[in-house]
């Protein structure tokens, strides 16, 4: 049974390749492989597919996921999987679009069987961090796991937790956990891999032109609605490329041009570093520009 990865930087025309594709074909199902694009509360600036591309195709696991939740790895990959076998099930093709490239190398390399963590622990970790702060949680980590002190920055409060968690639960590293990789999850599938790269230059053209259309379509709104709900700023959900400059228009420390140059500037740097990340790591890709 055929399945086909379809994957590039942000604003590369990933999106709009998979419509006209399923268009074409007739027989396909687009399953997100965002980790932005599965909030609901953010359709506009992770850029999830509008009316008219729901209506062109199908579409599925997108804006399904509140924002104060989280999406590990290993939760996406048993939906991924779950919705390649409901599109088999239907005779479909199911066709995974998105740029999360740690994602799909863990679903076509395989993931470490980590642990479960009980639903008590990670709530006291939760409270424990919003407690005391990063600074001080980083030291706990750091005094019961010291090889995830190394990998993990300070300020990232989701790995913190993740490796905290783990630690708690089973007094091993999460990194010696990582080290016990089961086979890929797509190994019985047929698999089409295809890896779009335009022109650098045709990429940043796209990064600034969607930025203003987001704009345009209502995104420091959306954001300000997203605050609202006082969501703790370290939730991913926080975190599609250009938020973070909204947020700062919207609270004053930015002006309405600053804040659309500097947006730009970083999703033209996040491009940079997906590309990079592509080149090294998908080689086993089919190369597509177009």
């Known amino acids: 049974m055929k399945v086909i990865i379809l994957t590039g930087p942000t604003a590369s025309g990933k999106s709009r390749l998979a419509i006209n594709h399923a268009a074409w074909h007739g027989n396909i199902d687009i399953i997100n492989a965002d980790s932005m694009q599965v909030y609901r509360e953010i ?3 992770s850029a999830q597919p509008n009316l008219k591309d729901l209506q062109d195709a199908s579409h599925k696991m997108y804006g399904f996921l509140n924002g104060n939740e989280q999406l590990s790895a290993g939760k996406w990959i048993d939906l991924i999987l779950s919705e390649i076998k409901n599109s088999h099930k239907n005779g479909r093709i199911p066709m995974l679009v998105g740029g999360s490239a740690m994602y799909i190398r863990l679903l076509i390399d395989g993931m470490a069987n980590i642990c479960d963590v009980e639903p008590k622990i990670s709530q006291e970790n939760r409270n424990l961090l919003e407690k005391i702060g990063k600074a001080e949680f980083f030291k706990l980590l750091a005094e019961k796991d010291p090889m995830a002190a190394d990998k993990i920055k300070e300020t990232d ?3 913190m937790l993740r490796a905290y968690d783990v630690i708690c639960q089973s007094g091993r590293s999460i990194y010696d956990w ?23 230059q045709v990429i940043y053209k796209s990064c600034n032109e969607r930025f203003l259309q987001q704009i345009e379509n209502g995104a420091v709104d959306e954001v300000e609605n997203l605050l609202k709900l006082k969501y703790d700023r370290s939730f991913t959900v926080h975190k599609a490329i250009g938020t973070a400059e909204i947020i700062d228009y ?7 041009s600053e804040m659309i140059e500097k947006a730009q500037q970083a999703t033209r740097n996040y491009a940079k570093r997906q ?8 080689k086993d890709f089919t190369n597509i520009t177009s």
Not at 250 to 256: F, H, M, N
């Open 43 to 45: 359709p506009i600036t």
């Open 157 to 159: 409060s989701q790995r």
């Open 178 to 200: 990582q080290k016990q990789k089961t086979q890929g999850f797509l190994d019985d599938f047929e698999v089409s891999k295809w890896l779009l790269m335009p022109d650098r």
């Open 250 to 256: 919207i609270e004053g420390r930015l002006k309405y």
């Open 275 to 282: 590309s990079t990340w592509f080149r090294n790591k998908f």
